[in-house]
């Protein structure tokens, strides 16, 4: 028992030195630094130019400890990970300058751009003095976080903004507005420092994803999805990384009297044995140096005498494919998620292609902020965040489904797929490539030259 126990725990090992091998990882210490030198370059590259766009020439952002803005936290330091007591945040871009001021209005500096503006020995009242600081600068617009369409820019809570309001002169309280547009587009635009490193992301998360859609992990006939959805938590913790949400694992299979592909998305699938003959669906998604991926994919498994997948399976999948090219292809700066969706359900309907669209920006959250194209439960316009234009350096879960009649199991199949992509403003490229065939348990090579 014991010399088994010890040749588990050498196959771990040498699995997990295969992965170091193969994709590098940061330490703690190394990430922090990275994150910390994208925020400075994010700063003095990217809101300049948003606050313009927005028409805001002062943002501020307030937070209490644990009750924090979800865009205060992308303005933190990599070593803070909350706000401190109360924390506020200050940004004024002065007519024709270049730069954007940045002040914290707290007992400290809050990382390397935002430096402390307020002495509690000189002005006990941290309101009175970022009322003062506010004040002096006369600004033309004041955006606070204050969102309908956005749960992302919608973090100031009615306390700090009664208060903001009791403080601030009268005569200022009409240039108060929302900065819902400014936080949406801080959050959404990439850098090309972030660019370069996010493919390398989700390349880890398409590693992992294979790794547990394997024979490395499953046992045709023992192991349940349940099992594999565990795998996948313990694998991301031991390779110190982190996850937004829980995997999914999910079967699809011959047998008629299952309706599995009927399954609406607000229920979960209960856990089944993997068995031969399966078509599976991971939902996986991992967070590293604060960015996020979000990804779909499907694998089968192999029945005695069978090297690939059916072909009739693999034609079913194309329709999925093509139906990314359809979406992808209709991704125009400047046009709303709910015009994207139209003109992409248009072409569908035109070549007689059955499924949903449902895509989301990626980014520092999951499920991010940006335009929104289609809902899975709503095929229509979403109002509000489906109204928010297509911009030029964002990132987007090309998320979508094609229902397809396979005769040879007498019954609909969902292809479900799910790819990171980023939009450079002409055209979209994934991440990490997208998957075109099926991988397959066990692997062969065959899987391999189709990817």
Do not use: C
Request: charged share 25%; proline share 5%.
């Amino acid at each position: 028992m014991k010399k088994t126990v010890l040749l588990l725990v050498s196959v771990i090992l040498l699995a997990q030195t295969a992965f170091a091998q193969k994709f590098h990882v940061l330490s703690q210490r190394e990430q922090a630094a990275v994150i910390d030198q994208w925020l400075e370059e994010r700063i003095e590259t990217l809101l300049p130019d948003l606050m313009d766009r927005a028409g805001i020439d002062m943002w501020v952002i307030i937070s209490r400890e644990y009750n924090e803005d979800p865009v205060i936290r992308t303005f933190l330091p990599a070593t803070w990970h909350a706000a401190r007591r109360r924390t506020m945040l200050l940004m004024y871009k002065a007519p024709g300058s270049k730069e954007v001021e940045t002040l914290a209005v707290a007992r400290y500096d809050v990382g390397k751009s935002f430096k402390k503006a307020w002495d509690p020995d000189t002005q006990p009242d941290q309101w009175k003095a970022l009322t003062d600081l506010i004040v002096k600068r006369n600004p033309q617009k004041i955006g606070l976080n204050i969102a309908k369409d956005y749960g992302h820019a919608d973090g100031l809570n009615v306390t700090e903004y009664n208060t903001l309001k009791e403080y601030l002169p009268k005569e200022m309280h009409e240039k108060i507005t929302s900065a819902q547009n400014l936080a949406v587009g801080w959050l959404e635009s990439r850098t090309p420092s972030e660019m370069a490193t996010y493919r390398h992301i989700q390349a880890i998360a398409n590693d992992i994803i294979q790794d547990g859609l394997s024979e490395k992990v499953i046992t045709p006939g023992v192991t349940t999805t349940e099992d594999v959805q565990w795998w996948y938590r313990e694998r991301i913790k031991e390779l110190k990384l982190d996850t937004w949400f829980h995997p999914s694992v999910d079967i699809q299979r011959p047998d008629p009297g299952s309706k599995e592909h009927e399954r609406s998305f607000a229920v979960k699938a209960e856990s089944q044995v993997i068995m031969p003959g399966d078509m599976l669906h991971i939902d996986f998604g991992i967070t590293y140096l604060r960015l996020n991926t979000d990804t779909q994919q499907l694998a089968y498994v192999l029945k005695p005498g069978e090297n690939d997948a059916p072909q009739y399976l693999k034609d079913a999948f194309k329709v999925g494919n093509r139906l990314q090219d359809i979406l992808t292809s209709n991704f125009v700066t400047g046009r709303t998620g709910n015009e994207i969706l139209r003109e992409s359900r248009k072409v569908m309907e035109k070549e007689g292609i059955r499924g949903s669209i449902y895509s989301h920006p990626l980014g520092f959250h999951g499920h991010a902020s940006g335009p929104t194209i289609g809902m899975w439960d709503n095929q229509g316009d979403t109002p509000g965040a489906g109204d928010y234009p297509l911009y030029p350096n964002t990132v987007y879960a090309i998320e979508l489904n094609a229902v397809v009649f396979v005769k040879e199991w007498n019954k609909d199949v969902r292809i479900m797929l799910e790819e990171g992509a980023f939009y450079d403003g002409q055209k979209v490229t994934y991440l990490n490539g997208r998957q075109q065939d099926f991988m397959i348990i066990p692997r062969n090579q065959g899987y391999l030259k189709n990817w």
